[in-house]
């Protein structure tokens, strides 16, 4: 932790990321009452999605105090914020009561709730070993491709019938486009660029 984490006017930034996510987290729940997304055709809240998740990596890359900001967040901590994904037990239940087709609630629900066990397993586990850091680049690199298939999944399923992916253009699935995924997925990138950023200090037989 560096010097300039102590100073008030960096206090100050840091807390105005926070309001800007609690804003934001406000106009998503916003959203999803009103059924906005229920009212634009597909693909429109991919395009949505895609957007906020290039804002994400965008704000990261080039804003000095978002950047400080999620450097300063623990791996670990980047990693749980995915346990987030045990919503697939919700997309089972879902799709138990014929309110999400099974082509999806099953293989994106299955894999989020794989996602999230095995991210409570890989927090327990250094990444500052050799293969402590294989571990979590493979863990990242199924998260990342797991949360990828959901959201094509999703897109083709809407195309081909958009009635039956209605529920995720409600309240509470509706957050998922608009708020969850995004971070999810530009989470996973800054776990690379975090990986990558210090291979050297994955060659340690054991954790610092």
Same mark, same amino acid.
């Given at each position: 932790?560096?010097d300039?984490?102590f100073?008030p006017?960096?206090?100050?930034r840091y807390?105005?990321?926070?309001?800007?996510?609690v804003?934001w987290?406000?106009?998503?729940?916003?959203?999803g009452?009103?059924?906005?997304l229920?009212?634009?055709?597909?693909?429109?809240?991919?395009?949505?999605?895609?957007?906020?998740?290039v804002?994400l990596? @965008?704000?990261?890359?080039?804003?000095?105090?978002?950047?400080s900001?999620?450097q300063r967040?623990?791996l670990? @901590?980047?990693?749980l914020?995915?346990?987030t994904?045990?919503?697939?037990?919700?997309f089972?239940y879902?799709?138990s009561?014929g309110?999400?087709?099974?082509?999806?609630a099953?293989?994106?629900?299955?894999?989020?709730?794989?996602v999230?066990?095995s991210?409570?397993?890989l927090?327990g586990?250094?990444?500052d070993t050799r @293969?402590?850091?294989r571990?979590?680049?493979?863990w990242?690199?199924?998260?990342?491709?797991?949360?990828?298939?959901v959201?094509?999944n999703a897109?083709?399923?809407?195309f081909?019938?958009?009635?039956s992916?209605?529920v995720?253009?409600?309240?509470?699935?509706?957050?998922?486009?608009?708020?969850?995924?995004?971070l999810?997925?530009?989470?996973?990138?800054?776990?690379?660029?975090?990986l990558?950023a210090?291979?050297?200090?994955?060659?340690t037989?054991?954790?610092?």
């Open positions: 932790m560096s300039e984490d100073q006017a960096a206090k100050g807390r105005g990321i926070l309001w800007v996510g804003a987290f406000a106009l998503a729940l916003a959203v009452a009103t059924q906005l229920a009212r634009i055709p597909v693909p429109a809240p991919q395009v949505v999605l895609a957007g906020l998740t804002a990596l @965008a704000a990261y890359a080039k804003s000095t105090t978002v950047h900001w999620v967040l623990p670990r @901590a980047l990693v914020f995915h346990v994904r045990l919503v697939g037990f919700y089972l879902l799709c009561r309110e999400l087709p099974a082509a999806f099953v293989p994106g629900g299955c894999g989020d709730i794989a999230a066990v991210a409570l397993v927090a586990i250094s990444s @293969a402590g850091h571990v979590y680049l493979a990242n690199i199924f998260g990342l491709m797991d949360i990828l298939f959201v094509v897109a083709r399923l809407g081909a019938d958009p009635h992916m209605a995720l253009t409600r309240l509470p699935l509706s957050l998922l486009p608009t708020f969850l995924v995004p999810i997925i530009a989470g996973h990138i800054v776990v690379f660029a975090r990558r210090a291979p050297d200090a994955a060659v037989p054991t954790s610092r």
